[in-house]
């Protein structure tokens, strides 16, 4: 407190301070009353409002998530494979785009294909843990009967939620058509993804708060329940929030599915930071405005204040020169040891900073500078009137050109300085990326005959103006060589595979003339017809006649592949059943089986009687199954032949309990003359073409082979045909 002349002073000091304290205190009080309510209130409404906003957040990566699988789904049904997998379904398509763990991959549990009418073509459900295939369920079936995702437009589309056996799905249906997207639609492709705990889990690593999503049934939680409740009533909006203690707050929001039911409630937890904050905030007002109030009463600071605006005004002075010189190694001179003080040392401490921050600034734009002429593209930037503004060494050095001498000069004027090379760095792709304002690229021949890529990148400014074209070229001369070089070994390739099948063909042809004639002579002479024989001679007999038929099976294997390879194999198609063909094969191979005390046992689906396809084809592909199987059976063993329906399919599995097949001999399985490199292939024999002529004359009726197998725990080979044919099944959907 100053010094006070006289007692009168004294007086009035203290009536001035004790009615500066009376207002202060009654202010401060109203103060206190209105900002406790205001604050309280606010952050309250800011609480909802924020978990408002985490709600739309939340709903946002629902819609984030669906239109991800929307655009999956769209490069898919506008695809011409796709197209021409629903008028013609090609096993060869699935096996191409659809092998196992592609769900997975795409982050997928559904996909399906229905044709125009509604008909399912394919589907495929896994779970999200395993990937385990599971059925699909019926509420799916009966949507597409009611034609929930019927699309029928080229430009429609559905997407959204749908409940599933209680579990909320995200599903997208696109139409599916031509790569152009047009029509006309030839049916509907299907995606979906669970709503399940993994996909909770990825949204609250999204969004960085605990998730639940619980669809709406009879075995809502309470809390559910009540915010559904109210949600209902509420028609205005969507989200209901509930404190759940002094630290938690939870927001519910009410979602509905593609056909406008309400079908899941989001709930989104956080912490009450901003009720905390409001107490917190309250409390430093309160200290505050008494805070104030005690300040207030030291009035004679008020006579500081011509020291302090002197003071401020020296700072003030001192800014604005700096800011007119642009001189940052000006310092202020601190005076004393009070805030102005500290002021002077922080501006000090400032300007200290600034000046480090531009040398670090000129030390990175020198960085950027070596590593741009690092690079061994060429780099050049252009003003929007195509202006050459900057260029690295390696352009420079391209255009055999200096920066200063090109910088500023129009096109005309670079073709006339710098020649052709300059004017082609320049002139390619700028102007179509500057008038569509969007990235492009493309490749061009320079003048002096190389190949470049070539991207010409907008660069805008905050506002979305663009303030020049940056521009890259790389030299792609050898990978382009390398390209043509590679297509032409191709089609030697290829010319060379088509010379090899004739040859084959030819030869076959050739050799199964003399080796009839040899095999017809030699069993002749076991017979004895042309007289008696002894031991040894009719041994040797023996040994030309096997030899001779092995030799025979082997040619007509290599001309059955090569009529295969050509596309010369017509299949003879009729129809048959199943259960005498099966037993047939039985009979025939049970003296081999019984040879090594087999048990070969044949099992047929009630219901599945007849089958139409090549009857001869059909025999070779069980006889070529069940004969291997026999062959790396060891004795006492089981083989088990089963057909069943799949669909509007054929499925024929042989299973033993063998020597099985590792991971790495299964991959060359199906190749021609190729055999698994075991003792048991070797004690056995064999030319390697049988599991390849099995897989081509499937593949030719419109099925497909697979296999299961363990090494020493035996293998299941099993392949599906068409019940009807091909060629009905194809006429069938046409007429469809």
Same mark, same amino acid.
């Given at each position: 407190?100053?010094?006070?002349?006289?007692?009168?002073?004294?007086?009035?000091?203290?009536?001035?301070?004790?009615?500066?304290?009376?207002? %202060?205190?009654? /202010?401060? /009080?109203?103060?206190?009353?209105?900002?406790?309510?205001?604050?309280?209130?606010?952050?309250?409404?800011?609480?909802?409002?924020?978990?408002?906003?985490?709600?739309?957040?939340?709903?946002?990566?629902?819609?984030?998530?669906?239109?991800? +699988?929307?655009?999956?789904?769209?490069?898919?049904?506008?695809?011409?494979?796709?197209?021409? %997998?629903?008028?013609?379904?090609?096993?060869?398509?699935?096996?191409?785009?659809?092998?196992?763990?592609?769900?997975?991959?795409?982050?997928?549990?559904?996909?399906?294909?229905?044709?125009?009418?509604?008909?399912?073509?394919?589907?495929?459900?896994?779970?999200?843990?395993?990937?385990?295939?599971?059925?699909?369920?019926?509420?799916? %079936?009966? +949507?597409?009967?009611?034609?929930?995702?019927?699309?029928?437009?080229?430009?429609?589309?559905?997407?959204?939620?749908?409940?599933?056996?209680?579990?909320?799905?995200?599903?997208?249906?696109?139409?599916?058509?031509?790569?152009?997207?047009?029509?006309?639609?030839?049916?509907?492709?299907?995606?979906?993804?669970?709503?399940?705990?993994?996909?909770?889990?990825?949204?609250?690593?999204?969004?960085?708060?605990?998730?639940?999503?619980?669809?709406?049934?009879?075995? +809502?939680?309470?809390?559910?329940?009540?915010?559904?409740?109210?949600?209902?009533?509420?028609?205005?909006?969507?989200?209901?929030?509930?404190?759940?203690?002094?630290?938690?707050?939870?927001?519910?929001?009410?979602?509905?599915?593609?056909?406008?039911?309400?079908?899941?409630?989001?709930?989104?937890?956080?912490?009450?930071?901003?009720?905390?904050?409001?107490?917190?905030?309250?409390?430093?007002?309160?200290?505050?405005?008494?805070?104030?109030?005690?300040?207030?009463?030291?009035?004679?600071?008020?006579? +500081?204040?011509?020291? /302090?605006?002197?003071?401020? =005004?020296?700072?003030?002075?001192?800014?604005?020169?700096?800011?007119?010189?642009?001189?940052?190694?000006? &310092?202020?001179?601190?005076?004393?040891?009070?805030?102005?003080?500290?002021?002077?040392?922080?501006?000090?401490?400032?300007?200290?900073?600034?000046?480090?921050?531009?040398?670090?600034?000129?030390?990175?734009?020198?960085?950027?500078?070596?590593?741009?002429?690092?690079?061994?593209?060429? =780099?050049?930037?252009?003003?929007?009137?195509?202006?050459?503004?900057?260029?690295?060494?390696?352009?420079?050095?391209?255009?055999?050109?200096?920066?200063?001498?090109?910088?500023?000069?129009?096109?005309?004027?670079? &073709?006339?300085?710098?020649?052709?090379?300059?004017?082609?760095?320049?002139?390619?792709?700028?102007?179509?990326?500057?008038?569509?304002?969007?990235?492009?690229?493309?490749?061009?021949?320079?003048?002096?005959?190389?190949?470049?890529?070539?991207?010409?990148?907008?660069?805008?400014?905050?506002?979305?103006?663009?303030?020049?074209?940056?521009?890259?070229?790389?030299?792609?001369?050898?990978?382009?060589?390398?390209?043509?070089?590679?297509?032409?070994?191709?089609?030697?390739?290829?010319?060379?595979?088509?010379?090899?099948?004739?040859?084959?063909?030819?030869?076959?042809?050739?050799?199964?003339?003399?080796?009839?004639?040899?095999?017809?002579?030699?069993?002749?002479?076991?017979?004895?017809?042309?007289?008696?024989?002894?031991?040894?001679?009719?041994?040797?007999?023996?040994?030309?006649?096997?030899?001779?038929?092995?030799?025979?099976?082997?040619?007509?294997?290599?001309?059955?592949?090569?009529?295969?390879?050509?596309?010369?194999?017509?299949?003879?198609?009729?129809?048959?059943?199943?259960?005498?063909?099966?037993?047939?094969?039985?009979?025939?191979?049970?003296?081999?089986?019984?040879?090594?005390?087999?048990?070969?046992?044949?099992?047929?689906?009630?219901?599945?009687?007849?089958?139409?396809?090549? &009857?001869?084809?059909?025999?070779?592909?069980?006889?070529?199954?069940?004969?291997?199987?026999?062959?790396?059976?060891?004795?006492?063993?089981?083989?088990?032949?089963?057909?069943?329906?799949?669909?509007?399919?054929?499925?024929?599995?042989?299973?033993?309990?063998?020597?099985?097949?590792?991971?790495?001999?299964?991959?060359?399985?199906?190749?021609?003359?190729?055999?698994?490199?075991?003792? &048991?292939?070797?004690?056995?024999?064999?030319?390697?073409?049988?599991?390849?002529?099995?897989?081509?004359?499937?593949?030719?009726?419109?099925?497909?082979?697979?296999?299961?197998?363990?090494?020493?725990?035996?293998?299941? %080979?099993?392949?599906?045909?068409?019940?009807?044919?091909?060629?009905?099944?194809?006429?069938?959907?046409?007429?469809?």
């Amino acid at each position: 407190m100053p010094s006070l002349p006289g007692e009168l002073s004294v007086n009035i000091y203290k009536k001035v301070f004790l009615s500066i304290f009376l207002l %202060f205190s009654i /202010f401060a /009080f109203i103060l206190i009353y209105v900002s406790q309510g205001l604050v309280l209130s606010n952050f309250q409404k800011l609480e909802e409002k924020s978990a408002e906003e985490n709600l739309i957040r939340l709903k946002g990566v629902l819609d984030s998530e669906t239109a991800y +699988m929307g655009r999956i789904n769209l490069d898919w049904a506008a695809w011409n494979e796709t197209y021409e %997998f629903i008028e013609t379904p090609s096993p060869s398509y699935l096996d191409s785009n659809l092998p196992e763990g592609t769900l997975q991959d795409l982050n997928l549990n559904l996909i399906l294909f229905a044709n125009e009418t509604g008909h399912v073509i394919r589907a495929k459900l896994e779970d999200s843990e395993g990937g385990e295939e599971l059925p699909l369920p019926e509420e799916l %079936f009966q +949507m597409l009967k009611a034609g929930v995702f019927r699309v029928q437009a080229p430009g429609d589309k559905i997407e959204g939620l749908i409940l599933l056996e209680e579990k909320p799905m995200l599903i997208s249906a696109y139409p599916i058509t031509s790569s152009n997207w047009k029509g006309p639609v030839r049916g509907t492709l299907i995606m979906g993804r669970y709503v399940d705990r993994n996909f909770v889990e990825n949204i609250e690593k999204r969004v960085g708060l605990p998730v639940e999503i619980q669809a709406i049934n009879g075995k +809502m939680p309470a809390d559910f329940l009540e915010a559904y409740v109210n949600a209902e009533k509420n028609a205005e909006s969507w989200t209901y929030v509930k404190p759940l203690s002094a630290e938690k707050l939870a927001g519910y929001g009410v979602i509905y599915d593609i056909l406008g039911k309400p079908v899941v409630i989001l709930k989104a937890e956080m912490e009450r930071s901003l009720h905390a904050q409001g107490l917190k905030l309250r409390e430093l007002i309160i200290l505050f405005l008494l805070s104030a109030c005690i300040l207030a009463l030291e009035g004679s600071k008020i006579l +500081m204040e011509k020291i /302090f605006f002197s003071r401020f =005004l020296e700072i003030e002075s001192f800014v604005k020169e700096t800011r007119r010189e642009k001189d940052l190694s000006k &310092r202020l001179l601190p005076k004393g040891k009070d805030e102005m003080t500290s002021l002077s040392k922080g501006i000090n401490a400032m300007m200290n900073s600034l000046q480090e921050a531009e040398q670090e600034i000129r030390k990175r734009d020198r960085e950027k500078q070596e590593i741009l002429n690092s690079l061994s593209e060429l =780099l050049i930037f252009l003003s929007p009137d195509l202006k050459i503004k900057w260029a690295n060494k390696e352009a420079l050095e391209y255009m055999n050109e200096d920066l200063k001498s090109l910088a500023g000069k129009s096109r005309k004027e670079i &073709r006339e300085q710098a020649g052709k090379s300059a004017a082609f760095l320049v002139d390619s792709l700028a102007e179509e990326a500057l008038s569509n304002g969007v990235n492009i690229s493309g490749e061009a021949r320079s003048p002096d005959g190389r190949t470049w890529l070539v991207k010409a990148n907008p660069v805008c400014n905050d506002k979305g103006q663009i303030i020049g074209i940056l521009k890259n070229f790389i030299d792609i001369t050898a990978r382009k060589n390398y390209e043509e070089h590679v297509l032409r070994a191709k089609m030697a390739a290829e010319a060379a595979n088509q010379t090899k099948s004739a040859f084959l063909a030819n030869m076959s042809h050739e050799l199964r003339t003399p080796l009839n004639s040899i095999i017809g002579f030699s069993d002749l002479l076991v017979e004895q017809g042309l007289g008696p024989l002894d031991e040894k001679q009719l041994r040797y007999a023996n040994n030309i006649s096997k030899s001779g038929r092995h030799l025979l099976r082997l040619i007509n294997d290599i001309l059955d592949l090569s009529k295969l390879e050509a596309g010369k194999t017509e299949l003879q198609y009729s129809e048959f059943g199943l259960e005498g063909i099966l037993q047939e094969v039985k009979e025939t191979l049970a003296p081999l089986a019984t040879g090594k005390n087999i048990r070969l046992e044949v099992e047929l689906e009630s219901g599945l009687k007849t089958l139409r396809a090549d &009857r001869n084809k059909f025999i070779q592909i069980l006889y070529n199954l069940i004969s291997n199987a026999i062959k790396f059976t060891p004795e006492q063993g089981l083989i088990l032949v089963k057909a069943s329906l799949l669909g509007s399919m054929v499925k024929i599995s042989v299973k033993d309990n063998g020597i099985g097949i590792s991971g790495a001999n299964q991959k060359i399985l199906f190749s021609p003359f190729m055999q698994v490199d075991s003792s &048991r292939s070797r004690e056995y024999g064999g030319t390697g073409l049988g599991l390849t002529l099995v897989k081509e004359m499937v593949a030719l009726h419109g099925g497909e082979i697979r296999l299961q197998s363990k090494e020493g725990c035996g293998s299941t %080979f099993s392949f599906t045909l068409p019940l009807k044919g091909k060629e009905c099944e194809a006429r069938e959907e046409n007429l469809d």
